[in-house]
């Protein structure tokens, strides 16, 4: 063949290799820049990424864990209070009259762990100190109620006491803190005729069988038929004046007013003072 024929064919293979393997890297740079696009849109733009959200508190806080009780904060030293209060007053409802050590108090409520500040804190101080903690030995607590109250016998004691002193009724709640197996004891069949409940069964009385009194049917429709509602005593009092019944007086005791005088002040009295005179020396006077 003719060598310029063969030199042409030569130059047109070798512009069709290097034709196809430009192509061939266009389609590959294109493929790598959708794959981004689609990987940028999934994500978000650049800059803006959400961040995931993170509590601002510990997780030691979050789920109360045991780990910051023994950090002396203030706040750890009341908690601790706090429980150890709730633990006395559920053992002296219980029953549970035998008192207890700060060791063996920490021990009950599972805070063992706590650091010694807290422990001669609650020890030395706040439970010293406690209106509701009665201390035994200086070392030993027990809860002190508001009254001491042992059985049905002492609830109907103090009862009667409360009766004939006139001091009124005795709270519901009171009751149930300071007497042991309140419960129980209050469902006691002998109990339901001795006691009376007032105010939604919050307030108790001792049910005085010899101050009761049968009133007929018709004076108490009247008495409940007369609304007393906006009146003070002295209102009360004028209306009675006017219907021409005289009103109970009260007869009691008053103390007298006394009268605090105001003190006089000390006058100082002074000894006049004498004209001074020289007799030693009567005999050198010239006269």
């Not at 101050?211 to 005593?233: P, R």
Request: with cysteine.
């Amino acid at each position: 063949m003719d060598p310029a024929l063969l030199k042409e064919r030569d130059l047109f293979n070798k512009k069709a290799i290097s034709t196809a393997t430009v192509v061939k890297k266009k389609h590959a740079l294109s493929s790598r820049t959708v794959q981004k696009k689609k990987s940028k849109t999934s994500q978000g733009e650049p800059g803006k990424t959400k961040k995931p959200k993170t509590n601002c508190f510990p997780s030691s806080v979050l789920l109360g864990s045991g780990s910051d009780i023994t950090n002396s904060s203030q706040y750890n030293k009341f908690l601790v209070l706090t429980k150890i209060i709730e633990l006395m007053k559920r053992r002296h409802q219980n029953g549970l009259d035998y008192p207890l050590n700060i060791d063996e108090i920490l021990f009950e409520i599972n805070m063992e762990n706590v650091g010694n500040k807290i422990k001669t804190w609650l020890s030395r101080e706040a439970l010293q100190n406690n209106p509701k903690i009665d201390v035994i030995d200086e070392t030993k607590f027990l809860y002190k109620p508001v009254f001491q109250l042992k059985g049905r016998e002492g609830l109907l004691k103090l009862l009667k006491q409360q009766d004939l002193k006139g001091t009124g009724g005795i709270l519901l709640n009171d009751v149930s803190e300071s007497l042991p197996h309140c419960e129980e004891v209050l469902k006691h069949p002998s109990l339901e005729k001795e006691i009376i409940y007032v105010g939604r069964r919050k307030v108790m009385f001792y049910n005085d069988k010899s101050a009761q009194l049968d009133v007929d049917e018709t004076l108490q429709k009247l008495w409940h038929s007369v609304s007393v509602g906006g009146m003070d005593n002295d209102k009360i009092e004028e209306y009675f004046k006017k219907q021409g019944i005289r009103p109970c007086q009260d007869t009691g005791f008053k103390k007298p007013i006394m009268r605090i005088m105001p003190r006089r002040k000390k006058t100082m009295h002074r000894k006049a003072q004498l004209p001074r005179t020289n007799d030693h020396i009567h005999h050198l006077l010239e006269y």
